[in-house]
T-cell receptor
Framework: SQTIHQWPATLVQPVGSPLSLECTVE??????LYWYRQAAGRGLQLLFY??????ISSEVPQNLSASRPQDRQFILSSKKLLLSDSGFYLC??????????FGNGTRLTVT | KNQVEQSPQSLIILEGKNCTLQ??????????LRWYKQDTGRGPVSLTI?????NTKSNGRYTATLDADTKQSSLHITASQLSDSASYIC?????????FGTGTRLQVFP
């Protein structure tokens, strides 16, 4: 069966510090991978998606970047965090029939 | 403008009672609609998927309906349990894109 792992679960970082969130998927090959951000009172916002190694599409220009160094690994990064980067970050993988399977998220607080 | 609106924003019910959550969508071309359940601090989990031709679909105590003419969907929860306390998110798919609603936060009290 397929599983998705996302870590860390919570993170508190000062403004201006770097960020690296990691997501890995097991039990499937060449999945579509997604990073979403969920702000309080708002719907999930797609940040990045990837259909293959090294292929990244950005939906919203911002202070973040994503990379896919391996088939089942997806990384969300920032060189310098802003206060507005605080939120709940969700990684997901999807199939051709578009069911999204989410990780348990990372709660990021930028102080 | 493509959008998904859910109501109510929050709902409190007593254990054992029924409730209905609403979702209005405006997307084109409409592909399908899904309901997700999101427990606090966890990622959303798919409950049901509704395609254009489907009117009703059940998953245990959860029943989703879809009216493609009025572009409305509802999620009915029967005999609620404490474990039903969560946010319920409606997601509309159009083409290869999707839009998430802001969710309804349901709290079930004993």
């Amino acid at each position: 069966s397929q599983t998705i792992h996302q870590w860390p679960a919570t993170l508190v970082q000062p403004v201006g510090s770097p960020l690296s969130l990691e997501c890995t998927v097991e039990g499937t090959s060449n999945p579509n991978l997604y990073w979403y951000r969920q702000a309080a009172g708002r719907g999930l916002q797609l940040l990045f998606y990837s259909v293959g190694i090294g292929q990244i599409s950005s939906e919203v220009p911002q202070n973040l970047s994503a990379s896919r160094p391996q088939d089942r690994q997806f990384i969300l990064s920032s060189k310098k965090l802003l206060l507005s980067d605080s939120g709940f970050y969700l990684c997901a993988w999807g199939t051709e029939r578009p069911t999204l399977h989410f990780g348990n998220g990372t709660r990021l607080t930028v102080t | 403008k493509n959008q998904v609106e859910q109501s109510p924003q929050s709902l409190i019910i007593l254990e054992g009672k029924n409730c209905t959550l609403q979702c209005n969508y405006t997307v084109s071309p409409f592909s399908n609609l899904r309901w997700y359940k999101q427990d606090t601090g966890r990622g959303p989990v798919s409950l049901t998927i509704m395609t254009f031709s489907e009117n009703t679909k059940s998953n245990g105590r959860y029943t989703a309906t879809l009216d493609a003419d009025t572009k409305q969907s509802s999620l009915h929860i029967t005999a609620s349990q404490l474990s039903d306390s969560a946010s319920y998110i409606c997601v509309a798919y159009f083409g290869d894109k999707l839009i998430f609603g802001t969710g309804t936060r349901l709290q079930v009290f004993p």
